[in-house]
């Protein structure tokens, strides 16, 4: 590992630019504010097909191909999401990828950091603290119906039994008892509002415009008519500077915020990427599980915020595992050689690929290989790729590190520099809310129509009536299909889409979606990784993968 300095000084970052946490991660004090960003470097965004439950190496294929960027002589910076400690404890036990593409200190990424996803929880938390003390101490006379609160409470934590609690019972000194519950903190629009600003002013004026509820007389009332925003954005004050790590190989690594995909919008900070586009020739990065969540809303909603420019290209992680998957192979058995599975769930990548062409960007597949695919297996997949016009390549860097991504990132290379692009967004934001769950929908997932209750309708009049007709809009489904239903694997056809509910993220800039069983606080599987995740003596972390 190089000490963190010298890790700063290939981004043209002197110490004194730095806040240290240890001798190994830091704090960036100086980005690009409003009106000085100035991009040297090229974005490439890396996404995927429809993972297994098991994920199918997306961080660790980012990692590689910064890496092997930077191998090939190439100034490159990679720039990722930080873990959330639910999912770290829950079912992946752990993300800053695997074998020799990592970022590192892993188990400080891993678990508390600099603290960010901290201070997000407490600045959510004390907004629900404040809109509660409101109804406490002005009764009757409180700006907001305390039955029309609309802001919950997040705790970093996967915990199903917080979904659904009531408040305030016990007396008039414990508050007006109420329904309430608990999202994760990477569902918060905090987190989403602390990855889409670029500064502490942008940061503060999006924390005024949380909707925290509606008035007795159906108004909305938002953060700053509690006169919260700015003890939130005090919160906020630290977590707002880009994180700097490095890969196992001395890549700059800036990972900065932690939304999800499938419930939130899926990418790193917009000043993590700013920062590295104004210091760097490219940065790698990644949206959240498939094309059809993390990518799109990357297109839709981080772009359309002018912070970032476009993806210069994509890359589109696929798997021989996921295939087989979405070919209808059991999950169990995916270690087992089936060429017919194999080619029944290329359907699921071409749609992806599909998606990908539908906004204009250049893409390389890239095959990331695992220890249990076969040369048959591995073949029959490049060719498929061949004949069907895409660009691929096989990716190693599991276990061979920059090495292992050189094809993948002379590819990508070829593909910026001879490969039209063509970027536009999906929809106008002049159409209506229902318009454009519908073109997202049909043009991103396929499906045939949306199933809507008439109470989840009017609450989209209603957003427009309160003036929100043109935001974006941020589907929250299953990661796991391409439809709502995560048994429907491969490319569902002639489904309808359940949207379940709707919300509105005033601050964030976009309406919240629900569809299908999705939850916005998920739970412990059977079998958690916290079961496998210790402590040594010697003060060791074990178990975190």
């Not at 002589?73 to 695997?98: D, I, M, Y």
């Not at 004050?237 to 700097?244: E, H, T």
């Not at 993590?272 to 094309?291: C, H, I, N, Q, W």
């Not at 569902?492 to 976009?510: C, E, N, W, Y």
């Amino acid at each position: 590992m190089e000490p963190i300095e010298a890790i700063a000084a290939k981004l043209e970052l002197t110490p004194n630019d730095l806040e240290k946490y240890g001798d190994d991660k830091a704090k960036i004090k100086v980005w690009p504010r409003q009106g000085d960003f100035k991009p040297r470097g090229k974005l490439i965004m890396v996404t995927a097909m429809s993972p297994t439950p098991a994920g199918e190496g997306k961080t660790t294929t980012a990692i590689g191909l910064a890496d092997a960027l930077r191998r090939m002589g190439q100034n490159a910076v990679v720039a990722l999401r930080e873990p959330s400690l639910g999912p770290v404890f829950g079912l992946k036990g752990g993300a800053t990828g695997g074998g020799k593409a990592r970022v590192i200190p892993s188990e400080a990424i891993n678990l508390h950091f600099t603290g960010d996803i901290h201070a997000v929880t407490s600045a959510h938390n004390l907004l629900a603290a404040m809109i509660d003390n409101r109804l406490h101490f002005d009764g009757p006379s409180c700006l907001i119906d305390c039955r029309k609160v609309t802001w919950k409470r997040v705790i970093d934590m996967d915990d199903r039994v917080l979904r659904d609690v009531i408040v305030g019972i016990g007396g008039p000194l414990r508050g007006i008892a109420r329904e309430s519950g608990f999202d994760i903190t990477a569902a918060s629009e905090v987190m989403a509002i602390l990855c889409l600003s670029i500064d502490l002013n942008e940061l503060k004026e999006r924390l005024g415009n949380i909707l925290v509820g509606y008035s007795p007389d159906d108004r909305p009332v938002f953060a700053r008519e509690i006169k919260a925003h700015g003890a939130m954005a005090a919160l906020l004050r630290d977590a707002i500077k880009p994180n700097l790590v490095q890969t196992l190989e001395g890549t700059p690594a800036l990972i900065h915020g932690g939304p999800f995909a499938n419930i939130a919008h899926g990418a790193c900070s917009v000043i993590a990427m700013r920062l590295g586009l104004s210091r760097a020739d490219f940065v790698v990065t990644e949206s959240g599980f498939g094309s059809d969540l993390g990518a799109e809303k990357f297109f839709d909603i981080v772009v359309r915020t002018g912070h970032v420019p476009p993806p210069a290209a994509c890359v589109l992680v696929a798997t021989i595992r996921a295939l087989k998957y979405h070919g209808g192979q059991a999950l169990e058995n995916l270690g087992q050689v089936n060429l017919e599975t194999l080619k029944l769930g290329f359907e699921n990548l071409e749609q992806h690929a599909s998606i990908l062409r539908t906004f204009g960007i250049p893409f390389v597949i890239a095959l990331n290989r695992f220890p249990a695919d076969t040369e048959e297996e591995i073949n029959l997949v490049l060719n498929f790729c061949r004949q069907a016009g895409f660009r691929v390549a096989l990716s190693e860097v599991y276990e061979k590190g920059s090495q292992g991504g050189l094809d993948l990132a002379r590819e990508i290379l070829t593909s910026i520099k001879e490969d039209k692009a063509n970027f536009n967004f999906l929809y106008p934001l002049e159409a209506s809310l229902e318009e454009k769950i519908q073109i997202i929908v049909r043009k991103i997932y396929g499906a045939a129509d949306v199933a809507m209750e008439g109470k989840t309708r009017r609450k989209l009049q209603k957003m427009e009536r309160d003036g929100f007709r043109n935001l974006p809009v941020c589907v929250a489904k299953t990661q796991y299909s391409l439809s709502d239903d995560e048994e429907l694997r491969g490319r569902p056809r002639d489904f309808k889409l359940i949207v379940t509910d709707v919300s509105l993220s005033a601050g964030a800039g976009f309406v919240v979606v629900l569809c299908g069983d999705i939850m916005t606080m998920p739970g412990l599987p059977r079998n958690p990784a916290a079961e496998r995740i210790d402590i040594t003596p010697e003060g060791e972390v074990v178990g975190l993968s």
